[in-house]
Each structure stands twice: as C-alpha cells, then as structure tokens.
C-alpha cells in the first residue's frame, strides 16, 4: 500500500525561514538609508552662508527613499503571500493533516452549516491580492513636469504610501493566521495533542486568552482588531526574538 505521508513539507512551511530571512537582512541597510535622508540637507538652493553662495542642487531627489521603500515593500509583500499559502494549507482538509474544513469547531447537527474560517480565508487572499498589486516599483515612474524642468523624479512618496498600505495589509494577514492557528492548535489538542514547552506554547497559551475557540459562526473584527494592535505593539510574551 502506498504510504501517504509527505516525504517534505510544502515551501510555504519548509521555506518560511528562507522567505522572512530577506526582510531581516533588507532592514538594516533600508534603517541606514533612510536614516541618512533623514538627517541630510535636502533644501533647495542651499546657502552658503559665509560665502553668500547660492548652491542650486538636487539634494531633494529622493532616489534612495524610493530605492528603500520599493525593496522593503516587495519583502513584505512576500511574508503576506506566504501567510497567505499556510493559511490555505490549514483550511483545506486535503492538506491540513485531519483537521475540520475550514477549521470549523461546530459539532453536529450544525457541522453542516458552519463555515468555521472561510469567510477569513477569502478576506486574507483578498487583502494578500492587493498587497502583491502595489508591489510594481513606484521609482520607475518618473513623470516630466514644469516644462521639462522636473523632468526625472524620484517617486519617494508614492513608493512610502504603498510600502505603508502594505504593511497594514500584512499586518491584517499575520491577523487573521494567528486566530486560524489558535483554532487549529484547539482542534488538534481536543484530540490528545499537546504542545511542548517553549515559545510555540507560550504564543499559543497568550492566543488562548485573547481569542475564544471558534465553535459557531461569529464576527471576528473585534479579534482581529485587538492582534493588529497587539502586533504594532511588539506586545508579546515570548519576548524578542532576532528583532534587528
């Protein structure tokens, strides 16, 4: 009989070290760049003012901002398609080791209707959807204006307000899987699973406390609401870890 156990994990599980590893190394030249700009003389003209030299430079252009923020984008966009892909492995009872579809805690005679975390599921490819979307390097957009006088411009602004938008939209993602694995982590104990000690169990005791186990249908903006605030706070019990 044909043995059907996964010889390797899928890349969004096997891989996940290797994808997140590009923002982690990204982020200390994108902090030095963006710090540099920061601190830059960046007024036109300059003044000299011992000299009384009027300086008509281009230290506003802001190509390493566009550069940073194009590059930062992109690596957070991939952690919102990974997420995306483990999400989708955990609903799926083709993949997800025995689970219930959809991660539904419902028992019968409601088993039949319940859509346990569909409707999440949907809303994190969405939100991963547009997030890829504004992926495209802004920089490369330069536009010629005032008769030719602006004629190449950086687009820093525009590459931050994506890099922002997709911050918000992966930190919505990290979300929404974190309640999905609390509720795959309670199904999977109800059934004589136990977690080692360490920080795995730490999170998911944490998780416990702030998500209740899913087992009717339910709105879930309040617990989505509450871990985004949680994320932007860096509020874990775990502690640090590798933080750069």
Request: net charge neutral.
């Amino acid at each position: 009989m044909r043995n059907s156990r996964r010889l390797q994990d899928r890349y969004s599980i096997r891989c996940a070290p290797h994808v997140i590893g590009v923002l982690v190394d990204a982020m200390p030249w994108i902090k030095r760049d963006v710090e540099n700009e920061l601190n830059s003389a960046n007024d036109n003209p300059l003044v000299d003012v011992e000299s009384g030299r009027v300086l008509h430079g281009g230290h506003f252009y802001g190509g390493h901002i566009a550069f940073a923020m194009d590059s930062m984008k992109n690596a957070i966009a991939n952690l919102a398609d990974l997420m995306d892909r483990q999400m989708a492995l955990l609903v799926d009872t083709r993949y997800n080791n025995g689970l219930s579809a959809n991660l539904s805690g419902a028992e019968a005679p409601h088993l039949a209707i319940s859509h346990g975390l569909k409707a999440l599921q949907i809303s994190v490819s969405a939100w991963t959807a547009e997030a890829l979307k504004l992926t495209m390097p802004a920089s490369v957009f330069s536009r010629s204006t005032e008769c030719h006088n602006q004629d190449k411009v950086s687009m820093g602004t525009i590459a931050a307000r994506d890099c922002l938008r997709i911050i918000e939209l992966t930190e919505q993602v990290a979300a929404a899987l974190l309640i999905a694995v609390r509720q795959g982590v309670a199904l999977r104990t109800m059934k004589g699973a136990a977690l080692k000690d360490g920080p795995c169990c730490a999170m998911s005791i944490e998780l416990e406390a702030m998500i209740p186990f899913l087992t009717s249908d339910r709105r879930l903006d309040g617990e989505l609401k509450q871990l985004i605030a949680h994320i932007r706070a860096e509020n874990w019990s775990i502690g640090d870890i590798n933080r750069t």
